[in-house]
């Protein structure tokens, strides 16, 4: 605030001497009090992170042994080479089933204020529970079935018991969520924009500043807001005018019908590389969601110059995951007791 204040103090003052510089420097203040730069990790007290959990975590997030027919795995929807996503507008489960609902990114959600389109599970220790007894996910039977297959693989119970020291029994369905969490919690995508906001003017092109200009000045960050640019609230769905869906999102979980269309509003980190967007992936094109946004959440139509220049901002949002972080670990071999695949 205080900073701002004083750029605006100075283009009055010096609006002749360098008033694009001023411009800037105003412009960048503003983008700091409305968003911001992620830490390096969504830290969680009650699940500290370790060396050793945070590997065998990513271990779990790529064993498709977790499914029914050990052929999807986290990765297989939230793949990490892509941006966290599968890019397809409903994701394949087990037997090629679909659910209702677009696979939303893995990176940078350990942040949200839930997890879920509609924010049904608390955090990403509780959201890694459901995938794999979802029946068209991973589709296991029962916790239990879960526990048996990380047992009967040698090599997991001693990466628990590292990971978990001084739990007895280490191997347990909390903990399997615990360990995949907490891999999670360090999925973070540094981008051009958070170069741009610590200072470095060159980070964006003179196009995405006037499209961050735009954003603003637009009224997108009445939801889109705080480091991660979404992931902070929930909204209406067609809050200016009814947005055609059958999908009643926020009341699907919380059964009140004040929540009705209400969806957690989403990150726009990485928002180029994650289509097709919104809850059921129906809109397959950046400059579509952009117009489909202002028309439908704040009653406004863009001139194709606007779109274009959100579309060239939210570019600046895509971000890096550290490679090393995320490559491909070896997994463990099967036991003589794994279960076989099953495809029933
Ligand atoms: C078959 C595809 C599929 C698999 C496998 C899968 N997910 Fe998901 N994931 C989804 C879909 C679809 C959603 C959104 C569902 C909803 O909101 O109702 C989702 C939501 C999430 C979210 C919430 C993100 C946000 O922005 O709210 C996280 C985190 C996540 N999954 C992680 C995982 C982890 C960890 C695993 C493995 C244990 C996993 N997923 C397995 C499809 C999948
Ligand atoms: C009143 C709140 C609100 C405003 C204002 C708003 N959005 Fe959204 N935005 C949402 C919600 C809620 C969703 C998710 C809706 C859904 O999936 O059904 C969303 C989704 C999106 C998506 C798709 C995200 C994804 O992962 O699929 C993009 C891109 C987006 N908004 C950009 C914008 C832009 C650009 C503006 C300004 C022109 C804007 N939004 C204004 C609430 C808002």
Not at 33 to 57: H, M, R, W
Not at 165 to 181: H, Q, R, S
Not at 266 to 281: M, Q, V
Request: glycine share 8%.
């Amino acid at each position: 605030m205080r900073a701002a204040q004083i750029a605006l103090a100075l283009a009055a003052l010096c609006t002749t001497a360098v008033p694009a510089r001023v411009g800037a420097d105003a412009l960048r203040d503003q983008a700091k009090q409305l968003f911001g730069t992620p830490p390096a990790e969504a830290v969680n007290p009650a699940n500290p992170s370790s060396p050793a959990k945070i590997d065998l975590g990513r271990k779990l997030y790529y064993d498709a042994r977790l499914s029914k027919n050990h052929d999807v795995a986290c990765n297989s929807c939230h793949q990490l080479d892509q941006f966290g996503v599968d890019n397809e507008p409903t994701s394949p489960g087990h037997k090629g089933q679909r659910g209702g609902r677009n696979s939303p990114t893995s990176l940078n959600a350990a942040f949200h204020l839930a997890q879920f389109w509609d924010g049904r599970a608390a955090d990403v220790e509780e959201q890694a529970k459901g995938p794999i007894l979802n029946p068209v996910e991973m589709a296991m039977p029962d916790e239990a079935s879960v526990v048996a297959v990380l047992l009967s693989i040698p090599g997991y119970p001693p990466l628990f018991a590292q990971a978990f020291p001084g739990d007895g029994p280490a191997v347990t369905y909390d903990n399997m969520a615990k360990a995949i969490a907490s891999f999670e919690r360090r999925l973070v995508t540094p981008a051009p924009f958070d170069q741009y906001l610590a200072g470095d003017d060159g980070a964006l092109s003179k196009d995405q500043k006037k499209g961050l200009e735009t954003f603003i000045a637009t009224g997108c960050p009445t939801c889109h807001n705080g480091p991660l640019l979404g992931g902070s609230l929930y909204q209406r769905l067609g809050l200016v005018e009814p947005y055609p869906t059958d999908d009643r999102g926020r009341a699907e979980a919380t059964g009140s019908k004040s929540d009705e269309y209400f969806f957690k509003v989403p990150s726009l980190r990485n928002i180029a590389k994650t289509g097709p967007w919104l809850h059921d992936g129906s809109v397959d094109s950046l400059d579509l969601m952009v117009r489909v946004m202002a028309r439908f959440q704040l009653g406004k139509t863009l001139t194709d110059d606007e779109a274009q220049a959100i579309n060239d901002f939210l570019q600046s949002l895509t971000g890096k995951v550290d490679e090393n972080y995320v490559a491909r670990p070896e997994l463990p071999p099967s036991g003589p007791d794994t279960p076989p695949p099953d495809p029933n």
